[in-house]
């Protein structure tokens, strides 16, 4: 066997209310002024009131998912004749990624507080789109310094949002498995984040039951780490494309596409179909296939990318986008073998 693993260098901090050592976090850094970036939101502006002072903050709401360049360039207008030490995120994966598109510039420590399943908060990816053209790239600026989990700060996170974020983190988990550079660490992270996010799910998602809320987010976090450690295959290659190129929802693309990934690649990578499965809790990854169209169901999520404003003629078009790069994924193919998959998609069937 051999593999490379890089031991990450985010502090994490979980638990319920740990929201309010934020503060503290900013201090642990050795900075003072955080520009706090975050969604156009009352509550997320109330909570942050709260948390803050008598910290001095700003707080800019102006993220927006995929990180238009025009945010970026919003927020550093917002900075000039200000002066900010650090950048404390709180919200989602547009939050997390306005801070990193700004730390690229500024070269300023980020402290990340999620507040969806995303993943973004551990992981060094950074992605700006600019007139329609997401790019992303690795670098270690963006990387959180820091990262507070705070399971009460889910409690508002609508159902309809929370699922599809879920099958976003599972996603991560489910490539790394199947990953060229997967290693041990991440094999171990991977596997439980399944388990844990596809056993918890629907419970979290009923709004009464706090542990399964974060064993979700638990799974999540681990699914950011994996999508750190590791290089995704297919699926996260589909999503970009359908999302880049129709502007299809992040969180509910993914969530429609997987298990159709999952049963594309099920005879491949042998030993990582095997894990998923056992992660699922069933015998065969067709059945985790089967499994995760089905949970598309349970939390309420839609199983079509009719649905998410995908038209038929696109079908062709993204299948031949998709494979204009070269990318490993352990099922060789090429557009011909990737149109049946995104007819299934797109129907909403269950995965074949
Ligand atoms: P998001 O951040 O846009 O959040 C979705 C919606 O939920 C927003 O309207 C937000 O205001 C709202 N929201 C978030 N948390 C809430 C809460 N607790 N209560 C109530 N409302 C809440 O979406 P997302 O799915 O978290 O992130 C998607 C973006 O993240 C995409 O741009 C994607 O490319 C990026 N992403 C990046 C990485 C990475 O490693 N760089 C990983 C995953 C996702």
């Known amino acids: 066997m051999e593999f490379l693993f890089t031991m990450p260098e985010t502090r994490v901090l979980f638990g319920r209310g740990a929201f309010s050592k934020l503060k503290e976090e900013v201090g642990r850094l050795g900075c003072s002024a955080p520009l706090v970036l975050t969604t156009p939101s009352k509550r997320s502006r109330e909570r942050i009131e709260r948390a803050l002072p008598p910290l001095k903050y700003e707080l800019y709401d102006g993220a927006r998912m995929h990180v238009p360049l025009e945010s970026v360039e919003g927020a550093l207008e917002f900075m000039k004749g200000r002066t900010f ?3 404390a995120a709180v919200g989602g994966g547009s939050s997390i990624g306005l801070a990193k598109a700004l730390a690229l510039r500024t070269g300023l420590p980020i402290i990340a507080v999620p507040t969806t399943y995303a993943g973004s908060e551990m992981t ?6 600019e007139k329609g053209v997401k790019t992303t790239g690795r670098d270690g600026r963006v990387l959180p310094k820091s990262v507070i989990y705070d399971p009460e700060l889910f409690a508002s996170l609508p159902a309809s949002v929370a699922g599809v974020s879920a099958m976003n983190a599972l996603a991560h988990c489910v490539e790394a498995l199947y990953a060229e550079n997967a290693n041990p660490v991440t094999d171990l992270f991977a596997e439980d984040a399944i388990r844990l996010l596809t056993g918890n799910l629907g419970a979290s998602l ?3 039951d706090q542990e399964a809320l974060e064993s979700v987010l638990r799974g999540a976090w681990m ?9 995704m295959g297919l699926h996260h290659k589909l999503c970009h494309t359908l ?3 129709l502007d299809l929802p992040h969180a509910e693309t993914h969530a429609v596409v997987l298990p159709h990934v999952i049963a594309f690649n099920r005879e491949h990578a042998e030993d990582a179909m095997k894990k998923i499965a056992r992660g699922f809790g069933v015998t065969t990854a067709f059945d985790a296939a089967r499994a ?4 598309l169901t349970e939390i309420g999520a839609k199983n079509a990318l009719k ?3 995908m038209k038929s003629e696109d079908i062709e078009r993204i299948a031949d986008l998709a494979t204009r790069n070269k990318y490993y994924n352990p099922r060789p193919f090429g557009a ?3 149109v049946p998959l995104l007819e299934n998609a797109y129907w909403g069937r269950p995965p074949v």
């Open 206 to 208: 009923r709004g009464d």
């Open 336 to 338: 011909a073998e990737l």
């Open 124 to 129: 060094p990816i950074w992605g700006i789109t």
């Open 223 to 231: 699914g950011g780490m994996v999508l750190a450690m590791t290089t």
């Open 292 to 295: 995760a169209h089905a949970l």
């Open 85 to 87: 030490d650090c950048l």
């Open 243 to 245: 999302g880049g190129t």
């Open 307 to 309: 649905d998410l404003g």
